[in-house]
């Protein structure tokens, strides 16, 4: 059980495009959702956590209009990067936490390598 | 800053070897979690160890808080070449159900 689905797994696009990385709760509602992002051989850095119905809390230095997150529903939150450059070039990783509260682990998605040319 | 720190970077060891890897902190938590992340996918939760618990075990992992000295390690027993990830602490603050991540350890078990 606690199944998360990130799509899509690999983005290759232009400069400039805006692209759009999905992230499901398969077998599970999830209120509270999470972006990060992630360098190769780095850890893991919290961007926003998303919560259904409600607006995005940022963390320090991510750029809200840049990243777009929408959690339209309690399966569903989306992360766009808007007018993509190379420097957003990363791994974008996405989990969620049955039933939005503390003491629980969270469940990742398979992560969404995004390559800016 | 609240990530914390990991160490070792990186441990290589002989199959059947147990391997141990160390975590500190900044904060007051909640709880601290350690997760396993294989070469380019997603992480997966090994062990959640509550504030108030001092050690806990899951097969051949065991975990070990002590809040004190804000630090927890994690051993891995009879290590197997399967066991070869990148292994992360993260930590839950009170208040908060989101997690800040460790540097890391990249574990390499050769067979």
């Known amino acids: 059980g606690a199944v998360v689905s990130q799509h899509p797994s690999w983005v290759i696009c232009k400069s400039g495009t805006s692209v759009k990385i999905e992230c499901r709760s398969l077998?599970?509602?999830?209120?509270?959702m999470f972006w990060y992002r992630q360098f190769p051989k780095q850890s893991l850095m919290l961007m926003a956590t998303?919560?259904?119905?409600?607006?995005?809390?940022?963390e320090q230095g991510v750029e809200k209009d840049k990243f777009l997150i929408n959690h339209a529903s309690l399966t569903l939150s989306t992360l766009t990067v808007t007018s993509a450059h190379p420097e957003d070039s990363s791994f974008y990783i996405c989990?969620?936490?049955?039933?939005?509260?503390?003491?629980?682990?969270?469940?990742f998605g398979d992560g969404t390598r995004l390559s800016i040319l | 800053s609240q990530q914390g720190e990991e160490d070792p970077q990186a441990l290589s060891i002989q199959e059947g070897e147990n391997a141990t890897m160390n975590c500190s902190y900044k904060?007051?938590?909640?709880?601290l979690q350690w997760y396993r992340q294989n070469s380019g996918r997603g992480l997966v939760h090994l062990i959640l160890?509550?504030?108030?618990?001092r050690e806990k075990h899951s097969g051949r992992l065991r975990v070990t808080l002590d809040t004190s000295k804000k630090s927890s390690s994690l051993l891995i027993t009879a290590s197997r070449a399967a066991d070869t990830a990148s292994y992360f602490c993260?930590?839950?603050?009170?208040?908060?159900?989101?997690?800040?991540f460790g540097t890391g350890t990249r574990l390499t078990v050769i067979p």
């Open positions: 989990s969620a936490v049955v039933g939005g509260s503390g003491n629980q682990p969270q469940h």
């Open positions: 077998d599970f509602q999830a209120t509270t």
């Open positions: 998303s919560n259904e119905g409600s607006k995005a809390t940022y």
């Open positions: 904060t007051s938590i909640n709880n």
């Open positions: 160890i509550r504030s108030n618990e």
């Open positions: 993260a930590t839950e603050t009170k208040g908060a159900n989101n997690l800040f």
